[in-house]
């Protein structure tokens, strides 16, 4: 990228907690956020869930309802656009009011957005117009002042990497000179059985490129990353490239032989202007099914990283869905600041055939460019690469 794009503010918000800071300590100290519920409003069946305790979060936004916006009613807002507020509020502190004007964006990512709003219990909601994407993406955008109206990407599981790619192209070619990028996903009745009619979730916290794997956990949570032409921080962390595939393989199946994953990663390190050997680590998207921890282990052997450490994160707080690129990009960054390669929770045995370097234990070494990359329903393929000043 010609013109420099750097991370300006960051926020996370899952079972972990509602701050950066708090959410990396717990994932340095080896905390896992899923508890096992057996809720027939959310699942017929017991599962571990990485679930966002909603009496802090509306504790959380109640504050800041009465600071911004007193003359507004909590009861218009819904739970996941609390959620998005509350993140983006944590995000931008130290970088408004420059946020607002004609040269500022706001991207959301989700893939489901408000669709509780569905179930029986909520249709008594003030305005159920909240259920479409770019209504949501509207309230977000007015409660903050941003002058221009939201974009919304919503493509399955790459949503997240994908608006931040978005995000870093638009800085570079000068339409906007800060974006900020959040994304944010919850779970209901809905999302949940559709993943069971998979047969895709397991009974137990998902185990991430391990033998024993044998489905995914799901999340739900917030993140959210303002991306900036400007950098005002010691150390800085930049978007250098990233890169965007579709392979049309199935409509929920991944490639069997990971090429097009593999072209998105060599895609990204060119425009990165760096070889897979400079990659320091690879935030994997790691969900921990049989078919997609196989299809990534073979995509990073093409791209040649299969020696790379890797991780996923979603051992930590699930499969987050929209909100999964941006969060775990988050994490990445965190890593790079910190000279610290988190262990990938879930992980004992190496279960996919490329004997991949998945990291069993945090390490302490020099970080300097890492490998950010996500796949989802209908092919899509994303990677991403940021780099340390």
């Not at 593999?262 to 895609?267: E, H």
């Not at 935030?283 to 995509?299: C, I, P, R, V």
């Amino acid at each position: 990228m010609m013109r420099p794009v750097y991370i300006a503010g960051d926020n996370i918000i899952t079972s972990l907690g509602f701050t950066t800071p708090e959410v990396i300590h717990k994932v340095e100290s080896g905390i896992i956020g899923f508890q096992k519920y057996d809720d027939r409003s959310l699942t017929p069946t017991p599962l571990p869930l990485s679930l966002v305790n909603t009496d802090l979060l509306t504790g959380k936004f109640r504050e800041i309802l009465v600071m911004r916006h007193p003359e507004m009613h909590e009861e218009h807002f819904t739970r996941l656009e609390k959620m998005f507020i509350v993140s983006i509020h944590d995000a931008v502190k130290e970088t408004e009011p420059a946020l607002y004007g004609s040269n500022s964006l706001l991207i959301i990512s989700s893939t489901k957005g408000n669709i509780d709003l569905l179930e029986e219990g909520k249709k008594n909601f003030p305005d159920p117009g909240h259920i479409y994407l770019w209504k949501m993406a509207d309230v977000i955008g007015s409660f903050f002042g941003f002058i221009n109206r939201p974009v919304v990407i919503s493509n399955a599981c790459i949503s997240g990497v994908l608006a931040l790619s978005t995000a870093a192209r638009m800085i570079d070619a000068g339409l906007y000179d800060h974006v900020v990028v959040a994304g944010g996903d919850l779970l209901s009745e809905f999302v949940i059985s559709g993943f069971l009619s998979f047969q895709a979730l397991s009974p137990e916290p998902c185990m991430p490129f391990d033998i024993a794997r044998n489905g995914l956990s799901l999340g739900e949570g917030c993140g959210t990353l303002v991306l900036s032409s400007e950098h005002k921080k010691s150390t800085a962390v930049m978007v250098s490239g990233s890169a965007v595939t579709n392979d049309a393989n199935h409509i929920s199946g991944p490639s069997r032989t990971g090429e097009e994953l593999a072209m998105a990663i060599g895609n990204a390190l060119k425009e990165a202007g760096i070889n897979p050997g400079e990659i320091s680590f690879v935030s994997a998207h790691g969900t921990a099914t049989l078919f997609n921890d196989e299809m990534e282990s073979k995509s990073l052997e093409i791209a040649g990283l299969q020696h790379t450490p890797v991780n996923s994160f979603k051992g930590y707080w699930g499969h987050t869905l929209g909100a999964a690129g941006v969060i775990e990009s988050i994490a990445t960054i965190r890593s790079m600041a910190d000279n610290l390669l988190f262990r990938s929770a879930g992980f004992n045995e190496i279960g996919v055939s490329v004997p991949l370097n998945v990291i069993r234990e945090n390490i302490h070494t020099p970080v300097q460019n890492c490998l950010k990359i996500a796949s989802g329903f209908g092919g899509c393929n994303a990677a991403i690469v940021y780099r340390k000043m």
